[in-house]
């Protein structure tokens, strides 16, 4: 509820958006029916991918192997996974979906995960040897943070004045933001709201 899934369909958009011809494609993917203990996160995507995009299950052959498309895109670093939802992997696999991710990040390979912290934290303090967490390798942590105030007006309002006609048209919405403990206040200061 705190957006996680919201934010990263804006970061597919984006990455959409911006992305140039024959670099990696980003796809998003939930993590929900993927069980580490029984299949390696490579062999998920593909039977995922597969499902999801029917076009990818097509032969692709090259002078060494073949294959299936998706397994393709996967290797020849084309496709950017952005895994949704760590903490929906049961509580007791999450090490070794760790470990399982930080076996498929070979060089060359990008990857977005979201998890909410706490589970997060709790996967890496009940893995490895005391001391020696299991952490994903070369990852950098984002935490989304409560909105401010002003950020919220400047999203909902985004260049008109106070006084003009789209200021006035929200201004009700505003002296709630601003009220202690406004129902409205409250719902607002969260990203995916």
């Excluded at 299991?134 to 400047?154: E, F, M, W, Y």
């Excluded at 789209?166 to 969260?190: K, N």
Aim: charged letters at 20%.
């Amino acid at each position: 509820g705190s957006g996680k899934t919201v934010q990263l369909i804006r970061l597919l958009l984006d990455l959409h958006r911006e992305r140039r011809h024959g670099t990696a494609v980003p796809v998003l993917v939930p993590l929900a029916s993927w069980d580490p203990s029984e299949t390696s996160l490579k062999a998920w995507l593909i039977s995922r991918l597969t499902l999801d995009y029917p076009t990818l299950k097509a032969p692709w052959e090259t002078s060494t192997r073949t294959c299936n498309r998706a397994e393709a895109l996967l290797d020849q670093h084309l496709l950017l996974i952005i895994l949704d939802g760590l903490d929906e992997v049961p509580a007791h696999v999450r090490t070794t979906a760790i470990s399982k991710i930080n076996q498929f990040l070979s060089p060359g390979t990008g990857l977005v995960l979201s998890c909410r912290t706490k589970e997060y934290r709790d996967a890496l303090s009940s893995s490895g040897s005391p001391g020696r967490p299991v952490k994903l390798t070369g990852a950098a942590g984002i935490t989304l943070r409560p909105l401010s105030d002003n950020a919220i007006r400047h999203y909902l309002l985004g260049d008109a004045e106070m006084g003009s006609a789209p200021g006035l048209r929200w201004s009700p919405v505003l002296r709630e933001l601003s009220a202690a403990g406004s129902p409205v206040g409250r719902l607002l200061l969260r990203p995916l709201a």
